[in-house]
C-alpha cells in the first residue's frame, strides 16, 4: 500500500551516443555484435512467463547478408493466441490493482536497464536483424525506447492528476481504470522501440497484452522480452505470440474480450482489422478501441526562398537514411524551377557517394531493405521509371540481391505532378522528385495536399515567412507532424509527439499523454458526506401564511 502521493522523476530524453573510432563504447558494441553473430538464437513464444515452443519455425536473417541465419523463431496459432489471451485475463485484476507507481517502477527500471546493460544487446539485435546502422539503432532501440519508458511514466502521473472539481458538501474523483479486456499490440520491423512501446504503454496503464510483432523483428523482439522479465514485469502481462498475421490475427479479434488494438503497420492490414472489428462487434463485450499509424507519402516542399544547402541536405538524409524504412521518411520532393540548378548537382554527387553495406562496417551510411518482397518493390518502382516517358533516374538506380537485399539511393526525377510513385508508398530508398514552376507556389501546394492519400509527416523549406504561413495553412490536414526548414524525420519522445491522419492513422501521438488517454477508461465517483434526507425540494414548500 502507497502512503504517499508520489511524483515520478522528471524525465530527460537520453543521450545519444556517437560511436567514435578508438571510443570505449565503440569497441563494446562490436564485441556485441560479433557474440551475437556467432550464435544462432532460438526464440520460443512467451506466454504466462513461460517459453513456448510449437516447432513450427521461422527464420531470422540479416537483411544484408541474407544467408546468415541469425536463429529461428517458433510460430503460434490459434492454440497460442488462445493461451496467451487466457494468461492475460487472469493476471488483469492483480496487475490493476498494483499501486501505480509499483507498474511505473517496472518500466522506469527498464529505462534504466536498457541505458545500461542492455544497451549494446537491443542496439546489435537491431543492427543484425533490420539492418540498422549503429547511428540508426542507437536513436532507435536505445534512446527512443529509453525515452518512451520514462516520458510514459510521467504522462501518465499527469493522467492520475487530472480530477474535477466538487461543490460543498461533496468529493467528486476521477478514477482512471485501464481499459477491461486484453489489448493486441501489432508492432513493425522498423523501429524496435515502436516495437517496445506498443505493449508497455497500455502495460503501464494496467492493462495486459498480447503482443505480435512483425516476422522480420522477431530477433530484437526476443530481447526485448528479456529486458522485460528482468525489469520486474510479472508473468502474463505481455505475452509473445509470433507468426503470420492471419494465425495470430484472426483468432485475436475474433475474441469476445478484445479491448483494443494498439498497431503499427500498413494500411491495408488496419483497414482489414478495422473492417472485422466492426463485422464482430455484436460479439465483444466493449468497444475495442483502435489506435494505428499506417505509413505515410511524405514530403518536402521547397519555396523558391528556400536555402539549397539545407535543402539538399534534408533531402538526403530525410529520404535515405535507414534505407527509406522510416514511416516519415521523405519520398516525395517538389522543387521550384528556379532552385532546381543550384541543388542537382549536389544531390547526384552526395547521393552517388552514399556507401552502402553490411551495417558491421562503421563507415556504411545505409545497410540492406528488410527482405525479398521489399526488394521487389523498390526494383519494380526503379524498372518502371527506367522505361517511362515522363520519369528519369537521376541518381542511383541499382539493385542486388545476391548477398543481400541492397538497393542503391535512387531519385526519379518526373515531370508528371500525379506520377505513381508520388501517389504509392514504396517504404524504400527511392525518392520521386517534381520540379514545379516557381511562379505556381500555391498551386504547388494544393498539388501536395491533394497527390497522396497518407498525412504523417511533411516539410517547408523557405525564407520568406508569408511562404511559410502559406504552407502551414494549405498542408493543415496534409501531415500531422510538420517540419520548418527541416527534414521529415527524427520525432523525439516529448518533443514532437508523432502521428498522421488520413490514411496515415488515427493521430494518437505516440511519445505523448494522448496515446496514454487511449488505454484507460475513466470511472467517476460522487461522495456526498451529508446526503438529503427528504425526497420533497424546496420550491414544493407551501407559500402560504
Not at 174 to 186: D, I, K, M, S
Not at 231 to 256: E, H, K, M, Q, R
Not at 431 to 440: A, P, R
Request: proline share 6%; glycine share 8%.
Amino acid at each position: 500500500m502507497s502512503l504517499a502521493i508520489s511524483k515520478v522523476p522528471t524525465p530527460i530524453n537520453e543521450p545519444v551516443r556517437n560511436y567514435a573510432p578508438g571510443s570505449a563504447e565503440r569497441a563494446s558494441l562490436k564485441a556485441t555484435l560479433g557474440e551475437l553473430s556467432a550464435t544462432q538464437t532460438e526464440m520460443p513464444l512467451v506466454i504466462a512467463g513461460k517459453e513456448v515452443r510449437t516447432g513450427k519455425l521461422g527464420r531470422a536473417v540479416m537483411p544484408h547478408r541474407h544467408a546468415h541465419v541469425l536463429g529461428e523463431f517458433h510460430q503460434g496459432g490459434a492454440g497460442e493466441v488462445q493461451s496467451a489471451i487466457d494468461a492475460a485475463l487472469r493476471v488483469q485484476k492483480d496487475w490493476a490493482g498494483l499501486p501505480w507507481e509499483a507498474r511505473a517502477s517496472v518500466f522506469l527500471k527498464a529505462a534504466d536497464l536498457l541505458a545500461g546493460p542492455y544497451r549494446d544487446v537491443l542496439n546489435a539485435a537491431t543492427m543484425l536483424g533490420q539492418s540498422k546502422t549503429c547511428h540508426q539503432a542507437e536513436i532507435d532501440s536505445a534512446c527512443e525506447l529509453i525515452d518512451f519508458f520514462r516520458f510514459n511514466v510521467a504522462f501518465y502521473e499527469q493522467v492520475l492528476r487530472e480530477q474535477p472539481q466538487s461543490s460543498p458538501g461533496m468529493w467528486n474523483r476521477l478514477e482512471h481504470r485501464p481499459l477491461e479486456g486484453f489489448v493486441f499490440a501489432v508492432s513493425p520491423f522498423n523501429f524496435t522501440s515502436i516495437a517496445g512501446n506498443l505493449p508497455t504503454a497500455p502495460a503501464l496503464c494496467g492493462n495486459t497484452v498480447l503482443w505480435k510483432p512483425a516476422s522480420t523483428s522477431v530477433y530484437s523482439a526476443h530481447f526485448l522480452m528479456q529486458l522485460f522479465k528482468e525489469a520486474g514485469l510479472p508473468d502474463g502481462v505481455i505475452n509473445l505470440v509470433t507468426g503470420s498475421g492471419a494465425d495470430i490475427g484472426n483468432p485475436v479479434l475474433a475474441s469476445p474480450h478484445l479491448a483494443g488494438i494498439h498497431f503499427t503497420g500498413s494500411t491495408k492490414v488496419f483497414h482489414q482489422m478495422w473492417r472485422t472489428v466492426g463485422d464482430n462487434i455484436d460479439t465483444y463485450k466493449s468497444y475495442p478501441r483502435l489506435v494505428g499509424e499506417t505509413g505515410g507519402k511524405d514530403f518536402i516542399i521547397a519555396h523558391p526562398s528556400a536555402d539549397p544547402v539545407a535543402l539538399t541536405t534534408a533531402i538526403v538524409r530525410g529520404a535515405f537514411e535507414y534505407q527509406g524504412q522510416k514511416c516519415s521518411a521523405a519520398s516525395r520532393v517538389y522543387v521550384p524551377s528556379n532552385i532546381w540548378p543550384l541543388i542537382k548537382d549536389a544531390l547526384v554527387s552526395q547521393v552517388d557517394g552514399i556507401r552502402m553495406g553490411d551495417v558491421a562496417d562503421f563507415s556504411n551510411f545505409m545497410g540492406a531493405v528488410i527482405d525479398a518482397s521489399s526488394f521487389r518493390t523498390q526494383k519494380a518502382a526503379i524498372d518502371e521509371a527506367k522505361a517511362a516517358s515522363d520519369a528519369d533516374i537521376l541518381v542511383g538506380g541499382g539493385y542486388d540481391d545476391s548477398e543481400g537485399y541492397f538497393v542503391r539511393p535512387t531519385i526519379i526525377v518526373t515531370t508528371n505532378p500525379d506520377y505513381r510513385t508520388l501517389r504509392d508508398e514504396l517504404f524504400g530508398p527511392v525518392l520521386t522528385l517534381h520540379v514545379y514552376d516557381e511562379n505556381k507556389w500555391l498551386e504547388t501546394l494544393d498539388i501536395v495536399d491533394r497527390t497522396s492519400p497518407y498525412a504523417l509527416t511533411g516539410a517547408v523549406f523557405a525564407q520568406d515567412r508569408h511562404a511559410i504561413e502559406q504552407a502551414m495553412d494549405h498542408l493543415r490536414n496534409a501531415a500531422g507532424n510538420f517540419y520548418i526548414n527541416d527534414k521529415p524525420t527524427g520525432a523525439v519522445v516529448g518533443q514532437q509527439p508523432f502521428g498522421g491522419a488520413r490514411a496515415s492513422g488515427t493521430n494518437d501521438k505516440a511519445g505523448s499523454i494522448l496515446n496514454l488517454l487511449r488505454w484507460i477508461s475513466p470511472r467517476s465517483i460522487k461522495e456526498t458526506f451529508v446526503p438529503a434526507t427528504r425526497y420533497a425540494y424546496p420550491f414544493m414548500d407551501d407559500d402560504r401564511p
